[in-house]
């Protein structure tokens, strides 16, 4: 690859070397013209057109490689062949990517996007090069997150509107399977590991602007619930379950925590909390000699403590911004031990209730032995912290300041290094 003051109109290039507009270097788009010494260059993601110097301008591949087939005609006979020449053409593309061409066949998928082809695979092969996830030198996580969009946006079809509550999430069916798709219950299993992970690494540190990672968590759980559990059975890295279910309402309550959506983000916590329940119950009723792991071969717990956790956090944040409102309820529909009562409390005992739900939190997680139960001890001393300051209430500053130096001590010990400054901070407020 390398710089030209002769690129082709439709040809793929990288910017790099701006000054001014540091913010698009990295960024891939496609060259449309060429006018008063600079290219117009149209970026991929965020879409927008730039003025770009030659020189600013990194060559990925020369337009001569081959044309998307033709849209199909209406004629069943026609769109055989349509899928048969796709088909094709995909296979040219991994060619090219096999032979060291990874710059033709990011343009390939490109093109077939470009020009109306709605194939779940050419968005999810774009989704790995963009995201970085095979060391590949294409990495735009913007871009990215466009094509995992992408990709979804076609599994669930038209039907599914962005959810305002849990029961519209629950209740929402996407459309059937596109035409076409081989071993589709293998590639949604696929498609939801890459969305937890990717979301998880590389959307939500340091970003507000969230809602598109929640529209696509929301529409990968709804497909999820769709094909229900236990679909790609068989197979434990495609295989949907309660547990993967879990992952994604955990990472979806924390989309909307960081959105600012407390109501959304605790009625998806105690969605996922719920879920890992469900796996608990179903692995248990087996009955296994060995007790039950999750995927990741670790010790299976009845509860999804790290979202409780965060459901407690949200709510302890609520408390703070509403300077002893009422907190909104968490209920999803479902009996759930931490279920809020029904009645409204008085300001002044409503950080209480939140006091409440992490002693049952930190009580269940050494019920059941859980090895991160510090981050329990830790997250009910900075509740009570809290409550001295709300409710000028120090009864409690001996029991918050054990709870934050135990769990301080452990977390330590054992490496938690996030764990252990939150605990630090709040011991420093002692001294």
């Not at 938690?416 to 407020?429: G, P, W």
Request: glycine share 6%; aromatic share 8%; proline share 5%.
């Amino acid at each position: 690859m390398s710089s030209t003051n002769d690129i082709q109109p439709g040809t793929y290039v990288r910017i790099r070397g701006l000054v001014s507009a540091a913010q698009f270097n990295g960024k891939i788009g496609i060259a449309k013209s060429f006018n008063k010494g600079r290219y117009s260059v149209e970026i991929l993601s965020p879409k927008k057109m730039l003025g770009v110097k030659p020189n600013n301008l990194e060559l990925l591949c020369s337009a001569n490689i081959p044309e998307p087939p033709e849209q199909p005609k209406s004629d069943d006979d026609d769109e055989d062949r349509y899928y048969e020449a796709v088909g094709e053409y995909m296979a040219t593309a991994r060619e090219a990517f096999d032979s060291g061409r990874a710059n033709e066949e990011v343009q390939m998928y490109e093109w077939m996007i470009e020009r109306g082809h709605d194939q779940p695979a050419a968005y999810v092969n774009l989704f790995f090069r963009y995201s970085g996830q095979d060391g590949s030198e294409y990495k735009d996580l913007d871009r990215a997150c466009d094509c995992l969009q992408g990709a979804v946006d076609l599994l669930a079809g038209p039907n599914l509107e962005h959810p305002t509550s849990v029961e519209q999430l629950m209740d929402q069916q996407p459309s059937s399977s596109p035409k076409h798709l081989t071993n589709y219950e293998h590639f949604l299993g696929i498609l939801i590991r890459l969305g937890i992970e990717f979301i998880a690494d590389h959307r939500v540190i340091g970003r507000r602007d969230l809602q598109p990672e929640a529209k696509v968590l929301s529409e990968l759980y709804q497909l999820a619930r769709h094909l229900g559990v236990d679909a790609g059975e068989g197979n434990p890295q495609y295989q949907i379950t309660h547990e993967i279910r879990s992952e994604l309402m955990h990472q979806l309550g924390n989309v909307y925590r960081k959105i600012g959506d407390n109501n959304m983000a605790m009625e998806c916590l105690n969605l996922s909390d719920l879920e890992a329940n469900a796996q608990y119950q179903k692995e248990t009723q087996q009955g296994q000699p060995e007790p039950p792991k999750d995927r990741f071969g670790d010790k299976l717990y009845p509860h999804n403590f790290e979202a409780l956790l965060l459901l407690v956090d949200v709510a302890n944040l609520e408390v703070s911004i509403a300077s002893g409102a009422p907190i909104t309820s968490i209920s999803s529909g479902s009996q759930h031990f931490l279920d809020p009562s029904s009645q409204t409390t008085p300001a002044t005992q409503t950080i209480q209730d939140v006091v409440e739900k992490a002693r049952k939190v930190l009580l269940r997680m050494e019920e059941c032995g859980y090895t991160k139960s510090y981050r329990g001890k830790i997250k009910l001393g900075q509740i009570l912290c809290n409550q001295m300051m709300i409710n000028q209430d120090t009864s409690v500053a001996d029991e918050a300041y054990e709870l934050l130096r135990e769990g301080e001590e452990q977390a330590r010990d054992v490496g938690d290094q996030a764990y252990s400054n939150q605990a630090s901070t709040m011991l420093e407020k002692f001294r």
